[in-house]
């Protein structure tokens, strides 16, 4: 039986599923944005929704053996079964609006979209592509920040993703980073806040530490709507906000005006 109907959570209204599908999982009736994978935000941004994928080799290890309530190595294995992806994060190559560039696409789905060796390497990868390829690049963050399972090696990521952007910078093309719900921890403090331009979709979560923890350091009561994208617009830390819809139209229009392109 297919599931015809379901309740948005955020308004409550029971709304007719392929409506929601249909709007780009954007609940219309209240512009409630829905997580969505790897691949369906790949299929929406890119031109005719073509693209190919590549360093789909590199796997995960558990090079610490690490072990909380399960092993690491168990958990790999049950994400790739359920989300038939190697890694939480795809990297990409097509055009937007006839303008050729690399896209890193974020996956939640996939533990919690954790940044961990490979996810570090294949956004560094794909950034030094960009870079030998003289394309523009764009990483499309959703994640819980750096994988607790890879300890120290996954904030290593953190540096070596910034210093290749570093090069990328030096040799004069754009990083767009696109910050979707939610955005925090190690990826926040490094990739995901170094673009040329930062956007994020509509009410995502960007921060570094959750609020609940800030909330007991500094023993305050944090104002509404903290750490919400457009809090974060109106005090300085985001450079836009954009609708799940408008971003397509904006990635391409920024891509123009930074290669100095004309339609
Ligand atoms: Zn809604």
Redesign the pocket.
């Known amino acids: 039986m297919t599931i015809l109907w379901t309740r948005?959570?955020?308004?409550?209204?029971i709304?007719y599923k392929q409506d929601i599908l249909d709007n780009q999982n954007v609940?219309?009736?209240?512009?409630?944005h829905f997580r969505i994978s790897s691949l369906e935000r790949l299929g929406l941004l890119y031109d005719e929704g073509r693209y190919e994928r590549f360093d789909e080799g590199i796997l995960p290890v558990d090079a610490l053996q690490f072990v909380d309530s399960r092993p690491y190595s168990e958990r790999l294995e049950e994400n790739q079964r359920k989300t038939h992806l190697p890694e939480a994060v795809v990297s990409s190559k097509g055009q937007i609006g006839g303008i050729e560039v690399i896209i890193c696409a974020m996956d939640f789905s996939f533990m919690g979209g954790s940044m961990g060796s490979v996810v570090g390497e294949k956004i560094t990868r794909a950034i030094e592509r960009a870079t030998a390829e003289k394309l523009p690049m764009i990483v499309i963050s959703c994640s819980g920040g750096a994988r607790m399972q890879e300890g120290a090696l996954s904030l290593m990521q953190m540096a070596k993703t910034s210093a290749a952007l570093a090069r990328l910078d030096e040799a004069r093309l754009p990083y767009i980073s696109v910050l979707t719900d939610p955005t925090t921890g190690g990826t926040t403090a490094s990739y995901s806040m170094l673009g040329d331009f930062n956007i994020a979709e509509h009410n995502a979560l960007v921060g570094f530490a959750g609020p609940r923890v800030i909330e007991q350091t500094i023993r305050e009561k944090l104002p509404k709507g903290f750490q919400r994208a457009e809090f974060l617009l109106a005090h300085g830390m985001l450079d836009d906000v954009v609708d799940r819809k408008a971003l397509r139209g904006y990635l391409i229009r920024v891509l123009r005006l930074l290669l100095n392109r004309h339609p």
């Open positions: 948005c959570n955020n308004c409550q209204k709304l609940c219309p009736s209240c512009r409630f």
